[in-house]
């Protein structure tokens, strides 16, 4: 697949610190409750912390009391991509950024309470957070 941001891992790796690089290159997981956006609660957009590429807007965040920050729905749908994840003994549904292919966490169909009934549960440390 063509990616607007194409770069080897030696390079994402000179760029990002280690914790960064493992979560999103290597599709590791920050531990629950300790992300810096879990309560970001401001107007803004978040952006992929490897790229830049937006991603999510505050009016879709929701407090889902997962331990991450989560999102009902993406900016565009063209901005993340979706991918089956079978790691671990279980099916889940991986989200990466479509810019780059940098893992940012994965999306569950069970958030009833939002528009969209999704909860893309994030890595804070996959995102950056823009003020807005
Ligand atoms: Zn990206």
Redesign the pocket.
Known sequence: MKRR?DRSEDEWRAMLTPFEFHVLREAGTERAGTGELLHENREGIYR?R????ELFRSQTKFDSHCGWPSFYAPSDSDAVELLEDRSFGMRRVEVR?A????HLGHVFPDAPQTPTGDRYCMNSVSLTFEEE
């Open positions: 941001i992929c490897a790229c830049g590429a950024c810019s780059c292919g940098s």
